[in-house]
T-cell receptor, first 113, second 116 residues
Framework: GNSVTQMEGPVTLSEEAFLTINCTYT??????LFWYVQYPGEGLQLLLK?????DKGSNKGFEATYRKETTSFHLEKGSVQVSDSAVYFCALWPQAAGNKLTFGGGTRVLVKP | DAGVIQSPRHEVTEMGQEVTLRCKPISGHNSLFWYRQTMMRGLELLIYFNNNVPIDDSGMPEDRFSAKMPNASFSTLKIQPSEPRDSAVYFCASSLGTGTSAYEQYFGPGTRLTVT
């Protein structure tokens, strides 16, 4: 079946530090890949996406590149802010019909001033 | 747009009581999802509907849980009887259930359920 594995948190950083959250997946074919973010007390919201191999998704200074050869979709941001403190979820949407997102376990990020 | 609306935001009930969670999806969206989030198990998909029809309920934990979608603008998730292990945050999400927009799910703020 489909699965998503992401690094366990929490990840604690200082403001302006570089952030990387690793994500790898298992799926047949060419799934679409996503990062969702959950700010404290809120529901998840889509942060960025990539729908085919070598695509780079980007939004709000975050980037992730769809690497088919390593089945990875690592999230990066060059200079984090306190407001980036949240839980980040990697997810995949299968190529085959199914209409279900498979989420990773989430990584909590805490940015300190 | 008001986004996905869930009610109540918080619910505290005693074991054995019936609990009903409500969701209003974004107008025009035709897929609706119920998720449960706990520290131990993370984010779990319980059930999803497409055009008001339940498509996959394999995530519903047991017969105590039931979900309905009587029309395109309303869904309920019911737990009867409730147990302490049902304590969690329950999210409703909706999406345009066709084509490449189907994966962009819009989540509500969640209902925090505590069963004592």
């Amino acid at each position: 079946g489909n699965s998503v594995t992401q690094m366990e948190g929490p990840v604690t950083l200082s403001e302006e530090a570089f952030l990387t959250i690793n994500c790898t997946y298992t799926a047949t074919g060419y799934p679409s890949l996503f990062w969702y973010v959950q700010y404290p007390g809120e529901g998840l919201q889509l942060l960025l996406k990539a729908t085919k191999a070598d695509d780079k998704g980007s939004n709000k200074g975050f980037e992730a590149t769809y690497r088919k050869e390593t089945t990875s979709f690592h999230l990066e941001k060059g200079s984090v802010q306190v407001s980036d403190s949240a839980v980040y979820f990697c997810a995949l949407w299968p190529q085959a019909a199914g209409n279900k997102l498979t989420f990773g376990g989430g990584t909590r990020v805490l940015v300190k001033p | 747009d008001a986004g996905v609306i869930q009610s109540p935001r918080h619910e505290v009930t005693e074991m054995g009581q019936e609990v009903t969670l409500r969701c209003k999806p974004i107008s025009g969206h035709n897929s609706l999802f119920w998720y449960r989030q706990t520290m131990m198990r993370g984010l779990e998909l319980l059930i999803y509907f497409n055009n008001n029809v339940p498509i996959d309920d394999s995530g519903m934990p047991e017969d105590r849980f039931s979900a309905k979608m009587p029309n395109a603008s309303f869904s309920t998730l019911k737990i009867q009887p409730s147990e302490p292990r049902d304590s969690a945050v329950y999210f409703c999400a909706s999406s345009l259930g066709t084509g490449t927009s189907a994966y962009e799910q819009y989540f509500g703020p969640g209902t925090r359920l505590t069963v004592t």
